[in-house]
């Protein structure tokens, strides 16, 4: 099969550092969009949404930055802790996609103690 | 509360022979999804259910793939005859509502081999 899927992009930080995790998205009529998190073994799990109409949402130690202007989103994480590393995934949502959920590829972060 | 069960875990089966999946959703959710995820990637949908209506089976190729979910509760998915390109997990995810906008709870996979 194809390895482009399996080359991750990987980002590493130390304990205690912020973490920032970048997506592209392509389509300028997505108005929703989603952060997922997935650890090994596991389902992606919710961590943080927002709609097209903000630029910011915040949550617990994390916060989603959204830039429709070059259709860019990011995820950062505070204080990151070894129980943040995962595969995170942003996923986005358009209603001219038949309101299908679209996910990006995924960014591994690895946290180091 | 219980999450999204999915069984088996794991399967390892030999091409061509046919293999199913069975997911049980969150309880009251109305929305199921079957998703595919192939390694290092995001998943991709392959049906979505609203009750017992298959409303999205756009990206399920069905010369070989086949899903139901006969009382709008659990629901399972079938591939006969598996090739070699269907080795990936099949994630279930159901959501309390009808549109897709809702929050997705993921169950934890199956992982298919296919040798």
């Known amino acids: 099969g194809e390895s482009v899927g399996l080359h991750l992009p990987t980002l590493s930080v130390q304990e205690g550092d912020n973490s920032i995790i970048n997506c592209a998205y392509s389509?300028?009529?997505?108005?929703?969009f989603i952060w997922y998190k997935q650890e090994s073994g596991k389902g992606p799990q919710f961590i943080i949404d927002i709609r097209s109409n903000m630029d910011k949402r915040q949550g617990q130690r994390v916060t989603v930055l959204l830039n429709k202007t070059v259709k860019h989103l990011s995820l950062q994480i505070a204080a990151t802790q070894p129980g943040d590393s995962a595969v995170y995934f942003c996923?986005?949502?358009?209603?001219?996609?038949?309101?299908?959920?679209?996910f990006g590829q995924g960014t591994e972060l690895s946290v180091k103690p | 509360e219980a999450g999204v069960v999915q069984s088996p875990r794991y399967k390892i089966i030999e091409k061509k022979q046919p293999v199913a999946f069975w997911c049980n959703p969150i309880s009251g959710h109305n929305t199921l999804y079957w998703y595919l995820q192939n390694l290092g990637q995001g998943p991709e949908l392959l049906i979505r259910y609203e009750n017992e209506e298959a409303v999205d089976d756009s990206q399920l190729p069905k010369d070989r793939f086949s899903a139901e979910r006969l009382k709008g509760v659990d629901s399972t998915l079938k591939i006969q005859p598996a090739e070699l390109g269907d080795s990936a997990v099949y994630l279930c995810a159901s959501s309390p509502g009808l549109a897709m906008v809702d929050e997705q709870f993921f169950g934890p996979g199956t992982r298919l081999t296919v040798l």
């Open positions: 996923a986005e949502n358009a209603s001219n996609q038949g309101g299908k959920l679209i």
């Open positions: 389509n300028s009529a997505s108005d929703y």
